[in-house]
């Protein structure tokens, strides 16, 4: 990791994000403008909590991110930073990286440990990341929410008025998450969806739409779409 982020400011489960729940998240995407700025390259910064609970789905998290990359390489390409915070006060971001081994090897470095969680740090530093260059979106996957509702919405709204979409992935049924989640992507014009350590092509699904949406907009999303059969094809139609 190539520096660290200062600090800043009883049911039971219901099944899986369920068609509709998919489909409006797409409907979100679908919805948003321009994203990458024609001949240049997408930057996405992929963020997550690397929290103890979180182990299962990093490892998922992993496994996906190569199909990331080369998703957004048929584009016109597509560099991502990844951001990720556990234990006491462990915030960190490495560099832009460019290709899926290089990521992978980051990723691969790191372990899941205790602590709280520290959202705020990852919304505060994308807007840094803005201002010094033009980032499409930020992907945050996780399953807690243990900070200040009120401030996490402000951050997300400014984040909202520069044009960074946050798309918030929340594993598990915490409804106090949910709720801050599904606010942090409506108040920056992002989505949020649902997904289980389980659902391993779901999640690979919509990650691969962001990354196109990143990298060529509503446009690589129609031709995604086009490329694909089944219940890809299906997920994608509404991109159109």
């Known amino acids: 990791m190539s520096k660290l ?3 800043s400011a009883g049911q039971a489960p219901a099944p899986t994000s369920s068609r509709p729940e998919i489909d409006a998240f797409l409907e979100n995407v679908r919805a948003l403008g321009p994203a990458a700025t024609a001949g240049k390259r ?3 910064v992929f963020a997550l909590d690397a929290t103890m609970s979180r182990q299962p789905a990093w490892d998922l998290a ?3 991110q190569a199909d990331m990359f080369r998703e957004a390489a048929g584009v016109g390409g597509l560099d991502i ?5 556990r234990g006491l006060n462990e915030c960190r971001a490495s560099g832009w990286v460019k290709d899926s081994e290089r990521l992978a090897d980051l990723m691969g470095r790191i372990d899941c ?3 709280h969680t520290q959202i ?3 919304l505060a530093h994308v807007r840094k990341e803005q201002n010094a260059e033009r980032v499409q979106a930020l992907v945050f996957v996780g399953d807690a929410m ?11 709204g400014e ?5 960074v979409p946050v798309f918030m992935f929340q594993e598990g049924y915490d409804p106090v998450s949910e709720n801050a989640y599904r606010e942090i992507a409506r108040l920056s014009r992002g989505a949020w969806c649902r997904f289980d350590t389980g659902a391993a092509n779901q999640l690979g699904e919509l990650l691969r739409a962001v990354a196109a949406y990143a990298a060529g907009g509503r446009k690589a999303l129609a031709e995604l779409s086009a490329r694909r059969s089944g219940g890809a094809q299906a997920l994608l139609a509404q991109l159109k």
């Open 5 to 7: 982020i200062k600090d």
């Open 81 to 85: 930073q990844l951001v990720y915070f």
């Open 42 to 44: 997408g930057r996405l």
């Open 146 to 156: 243990e900070e200040n509702v009120d401030d996490l919405c402000a951050a997300a």
């Open 159 to 163: 984040l909202g008025l520069l044009g």
């Open 62 to 64: 992993c496994a996906l």
């Open 120 to 122: 705020g740090k990852v």
């Open 113 to 115: 440990r205790g602590g």
